[in-house]
């Protein structure tokens, strides 16, 4: 997994699949942040992408001006020009709320996806069943022919 995300950050694909699972995954460079979602492979889900860029639209739109702190404490602490052990960060009361946000988010991406196969399902219910209908009516008439040849 880390070598794909160090590949991933030259240009390759951001995707990775191994032992019936995928991860995805996109990148905020300039917040040093990755947000990655991991599924079951067998579940197809066509959502991932959008779900995805969703996510890190809404989190980097809460949460930037806390995080754009963080990543200028981690570099100045790095340079050496403030001490590690003087920066004090609450991600639990910074980041209150991204649960509630995640699962909303979620929902209307499984919604909407529920909506489409229902959709799928319901037109190839409808043309199956037009077809039925069709070939008995066909059936029928033929029989109708065969019963007034005799």
Same mark, same amino acid.
């Given at each position: @997994?880390?070598?794909? +995300?160090?590949?991933?950050?030259?240009?390759?694909?951001?995707? *990775?699949?191994?032992?019936? *699972?995928?991860?995805?995954?996109?990148? %905020?460079?300039?917040?040093?942040?990755?947000?990655?979602?991991?599924?079951?492979?067998?579940?197809?889900?066509?959502?991932?992408?959008?779900?995805?860029?969703?996510?890190?639209? +809404?989190?980097?739109? +809460?949460?930037?001006?806390?995080?754009?702190?963080?990543?200028?404490?981690?570099?100045?602490?790095?340079?050496?020009?403030?001490? %590690?052990?003087?920066?004090?960060?609450?991600?639990?009361?910074?980041?209150?709320?991204?649960?509630? $946000?995640?699962?909303? %988010?979620?929902?209307?991406?499984?919604?909407?996806?529920?909506?489409?196969? $229902?959709? %799928?399902?319901?037109?190839?219910?409808? *043309? +199956?069943?037009?077809? @039925?209908?069709?070939?008995?009516?066909?059936?029928?008439?033929?029989?109708?022919?065969?019963?007034?040849?005799?």
């Amino acid at each position: @997994m880390r070598d794909a +995300l160090i590949d991933s950050r030259s240009g390759s694909e951001q995707k *990775y699949e191994k032992d019936g *699972y995928a991860i995805k995954w996109s990148f %905020v460079n300039d917040l040093e942040l990755i947000f990655v979602v991991a599924y079951q492979r067998i579940l197809q889900l066509t959502y991932v992408d959008d779900l995805i860029a969703a996510l890190k639209a +809404l989190f980097v739109k +809460l949460y930037e001006p806390f995080l754009r702190t963080f990543v200028a404490s981690l570099h100045a602490a790095a340079a050496g020009t403030v001490s %590690v052990e003087t920066v004090v960060w609450d991600f639990t009361s910074a980041l209150s709320g991204w649960d509630k $946000y995640f699962d909303q %988010v979620l929902k209307k991406f499984e919604d909407r996806a529920a909506q489409v196969r $229902y959709t %799928v399902f319901m037109r190839c219910r409808t *043309y +199956l069943t037009t077809r @039925m209908v069709h070939r008995s009516a066909v059936h029928v008439r033929a029989k109708l022919r065969r019963h007034r040849q005799c």
